[in-house]
């Protein structure tokens, strides 16, 4: 089990980050004993737990024993554990003096981490504070420069490591379904339903302006086929055609990703009320966020995607700034959802830090604006569904990959050899920490003038090859909210030691979690080894609802020595 000692102030954020590393752990109590022990407070209590980890850059009464001393105080900095960058945002030291240890993390040639202690009782020295940097992270988010990096992700991993290197076994419910490797949003946000709306305005111009000078520039760049420039030059051409209504209009989004996501699941985000930019819009073209249709125009469209089993979710106007507002615009979606439960993403992103209390004072179930409009990443350093700060009920599903992010001019402007290269490394790192992965196609980025409608269907294609699972954003956000309910008691056994259980209360959760041992590593000629198992870890399927699969996998579990009482862990 591990104990935690925060700062004050610190509760919530360590709360948030144990729902996230989903590991056996409670607020520190004098009385237990405890395996690990996790301090950010500037004080250590005496302790000889078997790890003991000391975060944060004020002097701690610790350091005169470990020799620790300050060399250099830093405001942020990129550090190094195991050839794996890790950014830090907030306030941070490197140590100057790590003679009675090793360096285990390094800032450059410096150390900003030290190891000490025997095989009996390790003590690891850290020079920046854990929980201040999750804050950063699902508040502020991490900047463009470091957004392929999911940094919350390898906290959890360089934390899990240590635990393992000293020793300990651990017991863990993982952010990966059953049988999958991550998870998969498919999500769609409709400003325009065709171009028949839009006659003689600044969407048709730019459109003609794009698809005709716009498209040769590309087509010199080598950023456009002559197959597709010459495509452009159609559309354009059969724009009056378009109007009367004797050609098809190409914008129209639903019936191609329709045939493109056969069989998959998608979420539609759709525009509330038409002709409204909305308030408190930054920059200088507020008043083209406005939409030239609603949700009400899509009568039939609307039909068909929940008969597919599609989601419709809110594409926000002004709900990330307005409480009454935000309801009015839920109340139009779940007329015609029939549903209560609905999600959003607000139009071009917006959101401030009392985005999330506002959204979830008007009643959203959750949220999945907390992306870049500039790249494609990790801009709160994970994959997973989170609550976000100031937030009780109210989840985050993490926006990952956006199209116009990848090819706009004024933003990434990739090739699109090198764009499947940023989305298969994001693909990978999902594989390899588990989360979900969320994917954002507008409604006419297949069409002329974009064209990114076969970079698309190649990029699902690669995820339909892999073992992900595909869900909406709400039964994605619903499969992580059951994982958050997952309790773990201290369950006394016949020895009269305590392990911990994972426990649950509530719907059956399908796909199952896995209950996840990980065996410790072993020291061996007084080199650190891993266990004999090829794996590393015992993965069991648990649907919530049996106990069978818990018990069977606590015959071989011993969480270290701990008094023999059942109590309630603090997650």
């Known amino acids: 089990m591990i104990g935690v000692i925060s700062k004050p102030e610190q509760a919530g954020v360590a709360k948030e980050f144990f729902e996230l590393f989903k590991t056996p752990w409670e607020v520190y109590r004098p009385d237990r004993v405890y395996d690990v022990i996790i301090v950010t407070a500037h004080e250590t209590p005496e302790v000889s737990p078997r790890l003991l980890l000391v975060y944060g850059p004020s002097e701690n009464n610790i350091d005169p024993r470990i020799g620790a001393s300050v060399h250099r105080r830093l405001e942020g900095a990129v550090l190094t554990a195991r050839d794996t960058p890790l950014p830090i945002y907030r306030e941070m030291v490197t140590f100057a003096d790590h003679s009675n240890g090793s360096a285990c993390v390094a800032a450059g040639s410096e150390v900003a981490g030290i190891r000490t202690g025997s095989s009996d009782s390790t003590v ?108 452009n030059w159609f559309a354009v051409g059969s724009l009056p055609f378009v109007y009367a209504g004797w050609v098809k209009d190409f914008w129209e989004p639903f019936e191609w990703y329709s045939e493109v996501e056969a069989g998959l699941p998608a979420t539609y985000f759709l525009i509330p009320f038409k002709r409204r930019s909305g308030e408190k819009v930054p920059g200088g073209d507020a008043s083209r966020r406005a939409a030239a249709y ?20 809110v594409h926000g106007i002004d709900s990330w700034h307005s409480a009454d ?54 801009r709160a350093g994970t994959g997973q569904v989170f609550r976000p700060l100031g937030a009780n009920a109210l989840l985050e599903l993490p926006l990952h990959v956006q199209d116009g992010a990848l090819f706009y001019p004024q933003r990434l402007d990739l090739p699109e050899a090198e764009a499947e290269k940023r989305c298969r490394a994001l693909i990978e790192n999902a594989g390899k920490f588990g989360g979900a992965l969320t994917l954002l196609w507008h409604d006419r980025s297949h069409a002329p003038e974009r064209h990114w409608g076969d970079f698309y269907i190649r990029l699902v294609q690669t995820l339909r090859a892999t073992d992900c699972w595909f869900g909406t954003a709400s039964q994605a956000v619903d499969w992580f909210r059951k994982r958050r309910e997952v309790r773990f008691e201290l369950m006394e056994t016949e020895d009269g030691s305590a392990r911990a259980c994972p426990c649950y209360e509530g719907e059956e959760v399908v ?47 011993f969480l270290g020595p701990s008094e023999p009482v059942r109590a309630e862990l603090a997650n």
């Open 124 to 231: 690891i020295r850290l020079g920046y504070d854990l929980f201040d940097e999750v804050e950063f992270l699902l508040s502020a988010g991490q900047p463009i420069e470091n957004a392929h990096v999911p940094t919350l992700e390898v906290h959890i991993r360089m934390l899990r490591q240590w635990i393992l290197e000293a020793g300990i076994p651990l017991i863990e419910i993982p952010p990966t379904p059953a049988g999958h490797s991550f998870v998969v949003c498919l999500t769609h946000d409709i400003d325009f339903v065709g171009i028949r709306n839009h006659k003689f305005d600044h969407t048709m111009w730019g459109f003609v302006y794009r698809a005709t000078v716009g498209a040769v520039r590309n087509f010199v760049r080598g950023r456009l086929s002559l197959g597709n420039l010459l495509q």
């Open 294 to 313: 609603d949700v009400s125009d899509l009568p039939e469209q609307t039909t068909t995607l929940l008969k597919r089993g599609c989601e419709l979710g």
């Open 325 to 378: 507002r935000g309801k009015s615009e839920l109340a139009r979606i779940a007329a015609v959802t029939g549903d209560t439960s609905i999600g959003i993403r607000m139009h071009w992103l917006l959101g401030d830090a009392s985005t999330p209390a506002v959204l979830e004072q008007a009643g959203y179930a959750y949220d999945s604006t907390f992306g870049y409009n500039e790249t494609v990443g990790y």
């Open 511 to 557: 796909p199952p979690l896995n209950i996840r041992f990980h065996r410790p590593c072993q020291e061996v000629n007084g080199s650190t080894v891993s266990s004999p198992a090829a794996s590393g870890f015992v993965d069991i399927p648990w649907n919530g609802v049996s106990r069978d699969e818990p018990e069977q996998l606590l015959q071989n579990i």
